[in-house]
Each structure stands twice: as C-alpha cells, then as structure tokens.
C-alpha cells in the first residue's frame, strides 16, 4: 500500500524559498494525483497545489499567486512543492495527499484525496 511521507519543513526568512518533498514507498506515483494542503493558523486546512496523474497538469490556490511550483521526481518517486517568495502567512503545517486517478484535471478539495502523509512544519518569520 502506498505511503507518504513529507520532508523539508524548516524556518524560513520573509521573502525566502523552500522545497518540500512528498516521498512515497509500497507504490509508484506515477498513477496518482497527489496534492499538498496545509493548516495554518487560526483556519481550516486547505488546498496549496496538486498535479495530475495524467499529463501531469497541475492547480494552486488563488494565494499561491505564481509564487509555487509543484512537479514529479519519478526516479525518486516523490513530488515536490518548489515555494518561492514566502511570506508570514504562509506559515503552517503542510500535508501530502494522494489518490488513484485517469482524471486530466486534479481538484484542491481535501475530501478528494484518500491517502495522508503525517505533515511537515513550515514557519516563515525573521
């Protein structure tokens, strides 16, 4: 059975970058649709990205605004969410979630998704 599990939580500076990983064993992913949500403070968690199984389309969160880009590493069986330009709000903790998919569009609804990874720390403060 697949298994997730994120890496590269960290403390960042206001404007700076991070990568975070979602690394899968028991399954390739290449047949999933995989998604990364987080829980900031104070609100619901929510949708950040998510890339397709099929033809590896993706979509972000209106706040992404450009700043995020999420993409397969297939030799390492991982995605990864490349975040640029990070602010305070982005703050939280950020989950990996994935599901068998044929679909060409990949949706942002946390309800979707049926396997979760345990989380990594992200916290955007100088």
């Known amino acids: 059975q697949l298994q997730l599990v994120e890496s590269g939580g960290d403390l960042v500076q206001p404007g700076g970058s991070l990568t975070l990983a979602c690394s899968a064993s028991?399954?390739?992913?290449?047949?999933?649709?995989v998604a990364w949500s987080r829980q900031t403070p104070g609100k619901e968690r929510g949708g950040v990205a998510c890339?397709?199984?099929?033809?590896?389309?993706?979509s972000f969160g209106d706040f992404v605004k450009g700043r995020f880009r999420i993409s397969r590493d297939k030799a390492k069986n991982m995605v990864l969410l490349q975040m640029n330009n990070l602010t305070p709000e982005d703050t939280g903790n950020y989950y990996c979630?994935?599901?068998?998919?044929?679909?060409?569009?990949?949706?942002?609804?946390?309800?979707?998704?049926?396997?979760w990874g345990q989380g990594t720390d992200l916290t955007v403060s100088s």
């Open positions: 979630a994935a599901v068998p998919s044929r679909s060409l569009i990949c949706r942002l609804k946390d309800y979707e998704y049926s396997l």
């Open positions: 028991g399954e390739s992913l290449d047949t999933y649709s």
């Open positions: 890339i397709c199984a099929v033809a590896s389309s993706t």
